[in-house]
């Protein structure tokens, strides 16, 4: 390549470096990099050939670029060398600087391994520094230019021009030239990276443009109703945009929509899970309010639409109309807990009305302080007569489901028992239990049709002999049962006494009238019972009552 006592050789040798690295920075792509980087060391550092293996994402090395045959471009040009492999070539070569040569004497333990290469044959050297076609000279890429970065690449040379290994010169050269190659390498690496995020960038812009319009469109012609509300601020919840759909729903203009909050729309009754709703960005079924003051059931469906910067901003409600369902889901509920003949509640549901008023405490009068605190630590002293506290999950299981302790229940409590027809005023819960007389002749003599006639009848009657607040149920068969708070005795006597002379005027059934009597049996509901023992209470005196009865006047006709 040059002689070392001939200055301008060397002279020459730098005006060609300095051209093929002007060179490197005119490509245009990485591609046209690399071919620049193997071209340059062809053309200006007096090499016949050239190898660029680039590192690539797995850690292994490519040949991206070869120049000075186009036989080994061909054959070699995309082969893939391991990080393994070319670690040990690297790590065994002899330093020259930054570079890495091996001799021939020494490479032949490198034929097998499994790095692209290109075989030359020769003679052996007949001197000291002529080069053998098995020699090898590597010049490593860093990306930050010194042996301590990142491995970018490593330019492979072979045949020197003047057929010797290169002098201190030449080596400075190439070593030189490595690094203003990973220096275009890594600019081109970028400039690629960055056209690729323009593109993306571009991409992603014509997406959120085609996403925006697809939204307003799937937003105004959704079939069912949506709206747009502000989240956080004094304007939380304000509607800011409504559909078509959710206008019709419930009857109002979209710009009236603007003046309201779905807060302002709900249902009373409706409001606090309408907030937690809100809150939680879920779901959640209420009431909404129409135009008319009527209202309509709802499925109500929150997204939170959140900004990276301010966290979220927006709240876009799926308002879908189940009215339909929600009466559905009525009657179904109303078909489980009331009867199919008489449409009052059935067994099921009169023991669960029951049983929410009566908890498993008798009430024994209204506690002191003293004895609340007493009852919540269940009485427990030690020794000398203090309290041994506990606070054991199991005690305060207990007291939980005794319902002792602090407790706001209010007990229901039966008026003492008098003598005959003396009442202290007390007022409790009744249950009158209600058998029909003479309802088994009918049935059987005029058959099921006129019987249900019947029991419709007698709970038409019984609905309306009774308060708003109090229930009439049906246990099943002739038996029926009124649950009447705040009576006392003498008013429960007499709400029966009204009640069975309801019953015995005649019933017209397919113009033909028939009658039945009734007999009444008052027990009464106290915290300590459970709803089967009041209501055998009430069947029992019911019994006491009909037997205490001749049969002619238990008979009404």
């Given at each position: 390549?040059?002689?070392?006592?001939?200055?301008?050789?060397?002279?020459?040798?730098?005006?060609?470096?300095?051209?093929?690295?002007?060179?490197?920075?005119?490509?245009?792509?990485?591609?046209?990099?690399?071919?620049?980087?193997?071209?340059?060391?062809?053309?200006?550092?007096?090499?016949?050939?050239?190898?660029?293996?680039?590192?690539?994402?797995?850690?292994?090395?490519?040949?991206?670029?070869?120049?000075?045959n186009t036989a080994a471009e061909a054959l070699i040009t995309g082969r893939v060398g391991s990080r393994e492999a070319?670690?040990?070539?690297?790590?065994?070569?002899?330093?020259?600087?930054?570079?890495?040569?091996?001799?021939?004497?020494?490479?032949?333990?490198?034929?097998?391994?499994?790095?692209?290469?290109?075989?030359?044959?020769?003679?052996?050297?007949?001197?000291?520094?002529?080069?053998?076609?098995?020699?090898?000279?590597?010049?490593?890429?860093?990306?930050?230019?010194?042996?301590?970065?990142?491995?970018?690449?490593?330019?492979?040379?072979?045949?020197?021009?003047?057929?010797?290994?290169?002098?201190?010169?030449?080596?400075?050269?190439?070593?030189?030239?490595?690094?203003?190659?990973?220096?275009?390498?890594?600019?081109?690496?970028?400039?690629?990276?960055?056209?690729?995020?323009?593109?993306?960038?571009?991409?992603?812009?014509?997406?959120?443009?085609?996403?925006?319009?697809?939204?307003?469109?799937?937003?105004?012609?959704?079939?069912?109703?949506?709206?747009?509300?502000?989240?956080?601020?004094?304007?939380?919840?304000?509607?800011?945009?409504?559909?078509?759909?959710?206008?019709?729903?419930?009857?109002?203009?979209?710009?009236?929509?603007?003046?309201?909050?779905?807060?302002?729309?709900?249902?009373?009754?409706?409001?606090?899970?309408?907030?937690?709703?809100?809150?939680?960005?879920?779901?959640?079924?209420?009431?909404?309010?129409?135009?008319?003051?009527?209202?309509?059931?709802?499925?109500?469906?929150?997204?939170?639409?959140?900004?990276?910067?301010?966290?979220?901003?927006?709240?876009?409600?799926?308002?879908?109309?189940?009215?339909?369902?929600?009466?559905?889901?009525?009657?179904?509920?109303?078909?489980?807990?009331?009867?199919?003949?008489?449409?009052?509640?059935?067994?099921?549901?009169?023991?669960?009305?029951?049983?929410?008023?009566?908890?498993?405490?008798?009430?024994?009068?209204?506690?002191?302080?003293?004895?609340?605190?007493?009852?919540?630590?269940?009485?427990?002293?030690?020794?000398?007569?203090?309290?041994?506290?506990?606070?054991?999950?199991?005690?305060?299981?207990?007291?939980?489901?005794?319902?002792?302790?602090?407790?706001?229940?209010?007990?229901?409590?039966?008026?003492?028992?008098?003598?005959?027809?003396?009442?202290?005023?007390?007022?409790?819960?009744?249950?009158?239990?209600?058998?029909?007389?003479?309802?088994?002749?009918?049935?059987?003599?005029?058959?099921?049709?006129?019987?249900?006639?019947?029991l419709i009848e007698v709970a038409r009657r019984l609905t309306s002999g009774v308060r708003d607040g109090d229930t009439?149920?049906?246990?099943?068969?002739?038996?029926?049962?009124?649950?009447?708070?705040?009576?006392?005795?003498?008013?429960?006597?007499?709400?029966?006494?009204?009640?069975?002379?309801?019953?015995?005027?005649?019933?017209?059934?397919?113009?033909?009238?028939?009658?039945?009597?009734?007999?009444?049996?008052?027990?009464?509901?106290?915290?300590?019972?459970?709803?089967?023992?009041?209501?055998?209470?009430?069947?029992?005196?019911?019994?006491?009552?009909?037997?205490?009865?001749?049969?002619?006047?238990?008979?009404?006709?």
């Amino acid at each position: 390549m040059e002689t070392e006592s001939e200055p301008y050789v060397r002279l020459a040798t730098l005006r060609q470096l300095h051209q093929v690295v002007a060179d490197l920075n005119t490509a245009r792509s990485l591609a046209d990099t690399l071919q620049t980087v193997a071209d340059g060391v062809v053309n200006g550092l007096g090499y016949e050939l050239a190898c660029v293996n680039l590192v690539r994402p797995d850690g292994d090395l490519v040949v991206a670029a070869f120049a000075g045959n186009t036989a080994a471009e061909a054959l070699i040009t995309g082969r893939v060398g391991s990080r393994e492999a070319w670690e040990k070539r690297l790590a065994m070569g002899e330093a020259w600087g930054a570079l890495r040569f091996i001799s021939y004497t020494e490479g032949w333990v490198l034929d097998e391994d499994d790095v692209p290469q290109w075989y030359t044959d020769g003679p052996d050297p007949r001197f000291e520094d002529e080069w053998h076609p098995a020699d090898r000279l590597f010049a490593p890429m860093y990306a930050t230019g010194a042996a301590g970065g990142e491995l970018l690449g490593v330019i492979s040379v072979d045949r020197p021009r003047n057929g010797r290994r290169p002098g201190a010169w030449g080596r400075e050269a190439l070593q030189m030239y490595a690094f203003q190659a990973a220096i275009a390498i890594s600019n081109a690496r970028l400039r690629a990276n960055m056209q690729r995020a323009l593109v993306r960038l571009e991409r992603e812009q014509q997406a959120l443009r085609a996403s925006e319009e697809s939204f307003r469109q799937a937003f105004e012609y959704a079939p069912s109703g949506m709206a747009i509300a502000e989240m956080g601020g004094d304007q939380h919840g304000r509607i800011l945009r409504t559909n078509d759909a959710l206008c019709r729903l419930l009857g109002r203009p979209a710009s009236a929509m603007r003046r309201y909050s779905f807060s302002d729309l709900v249902h009373p009754e409706d409001i606090g899970t309408l907030l937690r709703t809100s809150a939680e960005g879920g779901r959640a079924e209420l009431r909404l309010a129409r135009r008319d003051g009527t209202y309509v059931w709802v499925s109500l469906r929150n997204s939170v639409v959140a900004d990276a910067a301010d966290g979220p901003r927006f709240l876009l409600t799926h308002v879908e109309d189940i009215e339909e369902r929600k009466r559905r889901e009525l009657q179904l509920a109303h078909r489980a807990s009331h009867d199919s003949l008489t449409g009052l509640p059935n067994s099921a549901e009169l023991r669960s009305r029951l049983s929410a008023r009566l908890c498993r405490r008798p009430h024994a009068g209204q506690p002191s302080a003293v004895d609340s605190l007493d009852a919540a630590y269940d009485g427990v002293y030690d020794a000398e007569g203090r309290h041994s506290f506990d606070y054991g999950s199991n005690n305060a299981h207990a007291l939980q489901q005794s319902g002792d302790g602090f407790d706001h229940h209010v007990h229901t409590v039966a008026p003492p028992e008098g003598h005959g027809d003396t009442d202290d005023g007390t007022k409790g819960l009744a249950v009158l239990f209600c058998d029909l007389d003479g309802f088994k002749s009918i049935n059987d003599r005029f058959g099921h049709h006129t019987g249900d006639a019947v029991l419709i009848e007698v709970a038409r009657r019984l609905t309306s002999g009774v308060r708003d607040g109090d229930t009439v149920a049906r246990l099943g068969g002739d038996e029926f049962v009124v649950l009447a708070d705040g009576l006392g005795r003498a008013d429960a006597q007499d709400l029966a006494v009204r009640l069975r002379n309801a019953i015995i005027p005649p019933i017209r059934v397919d113009g033909r009238a028939v009658r039945v009597g009734a007999s009444f049996g008052i027990g009464w509901a106290h915290c300590g019972m459970s709803a089967d023992e009041v209501l055998h209470s009430a069947d029992q005196r019911m019994y006491v009552e009909k037997r205490s009865r001749a049969k002619q006047h238990r008979r009404a006709g």
